[in-house]
């Protein structure tokens, strides 16, 4: 399994942006795909996450209202819709998919970039 994530930038505060993750290789329609985020001189922490068949979603506190991960499975898909960002959102943002929300054996993408400037 393959993912690749595009669509980090340079935003400023209170801007949006939405970041794709697009898989590819020995895909099942089933298991969980979610984004993580690890910021300079910080542990990676969990972002969100969604469940390929039932679609249900997960966030960690800190972007409920402000984040929404959705998926597109024609195209093998996730995507990451970020509003109201924050200087805090700041990170390397990771996709990732694996068979349960523990994600220990996941696979990973390589990042994209996303700088918020206050």
């Known amino acids: 399994v393959q993912l690749v994530e595009s669509g980090g930038g340079l935003v400023q505060a209170g801007d949006s942006l939405r970041l794709s993750c697009t898989a590819s290789?020995?895909?099942?329609?089933?298991?969980?795909m979610g984004w993580f985020r690890r910021a300079p001189g910080k542990e990676r922490e969990f972002v969100a996450a969604?469940?390929?068949?039932?679609?249900?979603?997960y966030y960690t506190d800190s972007v409920k209202g402000r984040f929404t991960i959705s998926k597109d499975g024609a195209k093998n898909t996730v995507y990451l819709q970020m509003n109201a960002l924050r200087p805090e959102d700041a990170a390397v943002y990771y996709c990732?998919?694996?068979?349960?929300?523990?994600?220990?054996?996941?696979?990973w993408g390589q990042g994209t970039q996303v700088t918020v400037s206050s």
């Open positions: 990732a998919k694996d068979s349960s929300l523990d994600f220990t054996r996941a696979y």
């Open positions: 290789g020995r895909i099942y329609s089933s298991g969980i």
């Open positions: 969604i469940r390929w068949g039932r679609g249900s979603t």
